[in-house]
């Protein structure tokens, strides 16, 4: 689940919880209100009872009494009131024809609460005043009034959870949003783009992290930097004396040597055209890194070099015994290419089809032309490009590694081959100051297995 559905499920949910407590607590302290109203109600009408039946003994007035019955009779939560004497005889009851009668002490009724109080004179009592009240008319008045209230509660509640979930929302997008330009930032560094920098919108904690991711990314471009002046001038060093061994080995291998010494000489002069070819490539690197890539462009055909770079290298597919074919379609000549950096090119990608492809393989390079291809990110300075495709039916890349292999120094892990990982890394960089793109298919579209390298370069034609 996403960090921003995260948020916004408990802020509702949040929320909800918080009304239901609400209302839950509102509900029985209403209840508790309504409850003790009703009590002190009763309290009230009993005692108002006492003092009509004393006044009415006082008065001897017997339709004050009767009136004031009345009056009980229409209030429905009373089912009866009566006076009785100390002896228990009906003085005065709201039903008329029980009057004279005696009241049965022991006769109880369940759905009635009843109130009793005595009725004196001074020092004299004359009897006692008592009124039933209807508990089934009670409780369906406190239910009348929680339920009004209920649904007070609920109106109420939507309202607060659609404005709640509102404000969650926006404030969700608000930290979500610093949260994206964080981990887009952190990408941006880890696929090497250290000049990316976040805008500073806040200063919560989410300002002051991205304040430090920052600083951080400023101090890895310094190390960066630093690094870079420092194997460059290390490899510049290095490539005086390497000549010297170079050549002077070369001299020597023209004399006529012994076998044993003939073989040192040969040993010799082999590793350092490797080293030779290592140094270069850090310095071909460090030119990429700093953007300062010489390009000698001039009309070129791209079938030419192709087929320069497959002859360099049939030796070695002979070697290992594996079959190569090319095939070309469209205009490929006079193309705005440097020769020399598209050779370097090419021989990087076959000399890793060819090491990567196990004997009796397969190696083959496409070349074509093709128009405003969505992939091709530049499409919009440039329409027509040549793609040229350089595929192998060997061991094939595996698809989580496929987007870092053109980092510098990286090589598939598990597999144990010569190299330093920087070819591909050069290659990108080759492709890229030509304003074209590079990308990495494994299987082959061609054969089903192996990899597929294919470089799209744009076309511009010189008339
Ligand atoms: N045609 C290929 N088939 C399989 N794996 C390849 C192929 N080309 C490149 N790779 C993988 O990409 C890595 C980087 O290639 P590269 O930059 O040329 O370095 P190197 O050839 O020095 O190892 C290689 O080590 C290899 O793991
Ligand atoms: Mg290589």
Redesign the pocket.
Known sequence: MRLKTKLAVFSGLLVFVALVIIAFLLLFFEKQFLLKTIKENQKNVSSNFVSVCSESIINEDDLLLVNYLDSLKKDSSIKYAVFLDKKNKIIAHTQTRLVGGFANASVRDENVIETTAPVAIGEKGFGTAKIGFSKLMIEKTVKQSLDLMLNRIIAASVIVFVIGVIISVFFVNMVNKDILQLVNGARAIGAGNLEHRIKITSKDELGELSEEFNEMAEKLKELDMMKNDFVSSITHELRTPLSAIKGYSELLLEEDLNDIIKNYTLTIRDNSVRLGNFINNILDLAKIEAGMVELDKKPGDITKIVQETLDFYKPLFNKKNIVFKSEHSGILHSINVDSDKIRQVLA?LI???I???PEGGEVTIETKTVNNKAEIANSEQFTDYVEISVS?T????PAEQLGK?FDKF???RG?S?K???????IVKGIVEAHSGRIKAISPSRKSGQ??E?IIWLPRQEIN
Not at 394 to 397: D, K, L
């Open positions: 990087n000399g890793n089809a090491k990567f492809t192998d060997g061991i094939g890349i292999i990286y090589q598939v597999i081959a190299g330093t990982g920087l070819g591909l890394s192996g990899s390298f």
